[in-house]
């Protein structure tokens, strides 16, 4: 989708880290946005940061619930009539051993994390379709969702899951001749926040892994020491998007410890730790 001027963008998890920036990209880009989140004050922060003069709508939501992804896309069409550019981002993480991760855990991270992505595609897509004109939709996966780092079992779980839904969607729209194209993103470390992500956990799922702690000392560390801001990823999405590029691997390392693990299932090989290389 090379034009975007104009053109309408829905961006979930807009309060801070990706969605923040995408936000910003899209408004730099002269799009209209609709900016959702949990966290109703970073949706403010948000604001103020958009070029001036952005016509934005801001609503709080949750994208564990579909009544709440419901009522976004209503607001959306209300107001704007139409979504271009969807971007299913909000996102939660968990770490620790599988064997000591609670039902909590699961619940809190696959609500979020695979069945946001899922509201956002049963609310959208068929408006989207209704539309006929050319749009495009990105979910936010992770590395994790290509490979299988130990201590990220519930997370990696759910961001394969994205992965799988995603090229699931690209093939659907594919065979319906629709003039949506799809990308899914897979960063690596990025500073984003989503390792204080806790701090919007609901209390009634508040039970979590006690063994998390070690394995989230580690990946804040190597978070901190990510190269690329959440800024420079919001800007390698949007160039994906223009390119009509499925696939948005932002760090090179990523594509090697992919190669790495697609030989160990194709020579049938154990699997190789690449967090360790």
């Known amino acids: 989708m090379k034009e975007l001027r104009g053109k309408v963008a ?3 998890g807009a309060a801070s880290g990706f969605g923040r920036e995408f936000a910003i990209r899209c408004a730099d880009e002269g799009m209209k946005v609709i900016l959702t989140d949990i966290d109703t ?10 070029k001036p003069g952005t016509e934005s ?5 949750d994208v ?11 607001s959306t069409y209300d107001r704007f ?31 979020i994390n695979v069945m946001g992505v899922v509201h ?36 990696a779980a759910s961001k394969h899951a994205v992965v799988a839904i995603t090229e699931c969607l690209h093939h659907e729209l594919r065979g319906q001749n629709a003039p949506i194209g799809v990308s899914v993103l897979c960063p690596a470390f990025v500073d984003t926040g989503i390792s204080n992500s806790e701090r919007n956990r609901p209390a009634e799922l508040a039970d979590s892994n006690p063994e998390a702690e070690q394995y989230s000392d580690r990946i804040r560390q190597a978070i901190k020491s990510g190269k690329l801001s959440a800024a420079d990823i919001a800007r390698i999405t ?4 223009k390119d009509g590029r499925f696939y948005i691997l932002t760090h ?26």
């Open 81 to 111: 009539g139409a979504c271009h550019l969807l971007f299913n981002n909000a996102g939660v993480g968990t770490a620790g051993p599988i064997w000591t991760a609670t039902l909590d855990d699961w619940k809190w991270t696959l609500d």
């Open 10 to 12: 829905v961006i979930t």
């Open 120 to 155: 956002g595609l049963r609310s959208f897509v068929p408006r989207m379709l209704a539309q006929k004109e050319e749009s495009y939709i990105v979910n936010t996966a992770s590395a994790a969702g290509l490979l299988a780092p130990p201590g990220s079992g519930v997370y």
């Open 252 to 277: 090179p390392n990523v594509k090697i410890a992919v190669e790495i693990r697609m030989n160990d299932i194709l020579l049938d090989r154990q699997p190789t730790n690449t967090s360790q290389r």
């Open 64 to 74: 564990s619930s579909a009544d709440s992804i419901e009522h976004l896309a209503r």
């Open 41 to 50: 004050g970073g949706l403010g922060t948000t604001v103020a940061l958009l």
């Open 57 to 61: 709508l801001v609503i709080g939501s």
């Open 238 to 241: 949007i160039d994906a998007v």
